[in-house]
């Protein structure tokens, strides 16, 4: 999912930074990711050493402990930090307004490479990258900066979600799942999108006829709170949902997450058996209060990414052109099962393992009004 924000602001003309380059190779270990078409790299800059090297990130309102895609990118930089031995500054933001103050504070320290986690950081991060060409960017969630020492990196995560909703429609005990968003964005809705048309596939496969709860594809709506930050308004729809009769949810809402995770944890003592399906990380590693009520998680590699950004910039290497995380370069990924993954049967587990070489091989398309473009 992602729970955006953003603005604009200036960097001090008269900061130089030690060279400063990236590329962006997403992915597992021994993998390199391969974005879209490329462009010219920005003139200038050198190698800087790891002991000079400086990484930073500055989250969205979600924070860093949102259990989700800031906590992802921000531990992949910690990471960073003990595997190439660079220094590492972090900037936190709890609300809209602390952005610009926090980009300030990177330009200041001098940054080599900034992280701006999630898509409505993009017009600060265009009005910094303009004002220093000498400073490299790599925002997560966001392909609308055409800059030369911009990277932006996306994921399209409808590929990951149909599993999750192929999955979902195969476990469930009362014909009903659910899904809702914290706002109507692409990069929300592209999950939705995703979970939405896998349990279509079940039904048409399977001959069955679960419901979704939550999102209509087709007319692009649905079920929101309209915030990412009220954790209380993520268990309220979670609860209406519950009530309506899904016994599978997933939230798209970042820290909100955690609000429907409660609920859940609510219900089931009260003697339902719902369970939740996490997004963006892995939630059994990164919110590991709900292990028992998790089935599985839609995950974007934003860890991994982080990490490799980091080591092709310091190595003296970069490339704007955006990168696009799919099934196939293991950018998206439908985490185990885990504790439940005796509740699912080997004949669903080989379905969804047939799905997903399907989709790598371009026999089965999925389609979002919000997929990137590849």
Request: with cysteine; charged share 20%.
């Amino acid at each position: 999912m992602n729970h955006p924000l953003h603005s604009a602001l200036s960097l001090p003309g008269a900061l130089k930074r030690s060279a400063t380059v990236g590329t962006i190779t997403l992915g597992a270990t021994a993998l390199l990711l391969t974005g879209c078409g490329a462009a010219p790299a920005p003139s200038g800059g050198g190698t800087a050493g790891a002991s000079d090297y400086l990484g930073c990130i500055v989250s969205d309102a979600g924070g860093f402990d949102d259990q989700s895609f800031n906590q992802s990118s921000y531990e992949g930089l910690k990471k960073t930090q003990t595997d190439l031995g660079i220094k590492i500054k972090q900037a936190e933001s709890t609300t809209k307004a602390d952005f610009e103050p926090n980009l300030n504070q990177m330009a200041n320290a001098g940054c080599n490479l900034t992280f701006t986690v999630g898509f409505l950081l993009a017009d600060a991060t265009k009005k910094v990258a303009t004002s220093d060409a000498s400073a490299h960017f790599a925002i997560i969630d966001d392909n609308s900066i055409n800059l030369p020492n911009v990277k932006p990196v996306v994921y399209d995560t409808a590929q990951a979600a149909f599993l999750a909703g192929y999955a979902s429609a195969a476990q469930t005990k009362t014909g009903k799942v659910g899904t809702f968003g914290g706002i109507n964005i692409p990069t929300v809705t592209i999950f939705m999108d995703g979970f939405a048309d896998g349990v279509k596939y079940y039904n048409e496969k399977k001959g069955k006829s679960v419901q979704l709860l939550g999102w209509d594809k087709n007319t692009q709506q649905g079920v929101f709170t309209n915030t990412f930050d009220v954790v209380q308004e993520g268990t309220k729809a979670t609860n209406n949902l519950l009530n309506d009769g899904a016994d599978i949810i997933m939230p798209v809402a970042g820290p909100l997450g955690k609000g429907a995770g409660d609920a859940i944890l609510a219900a089931n003592t009260a003697g339902k058996d719902a369970k939740l399906v996490w997004v963006d990380s892995d939630g059994y590693l990164t919110a590991p209060a709900f292990k028992a009520v998790l089935l599985t998680s839609v995950m974007k590699k934003m860890g991994e990414a982080v990490e490799n950004i980091v080591k092709d910039d310091k190595d003296g290497k970069f490339d704007p052109t955006p990168y696009v995380g799919t099934l196939e370069n293991d950018g998206v990924a439908l985490a185990p099962f885990h504790d439940l993954d005796s509740s699912v049967t080997a004949d669903t587990k080989s379905e969804l393992d047939a799905i997903r070489k399907d989709i790598i091989s371009g026999t089965l398309k999925i389609e979002s009004p919000a997929s990137p473009k590849k």
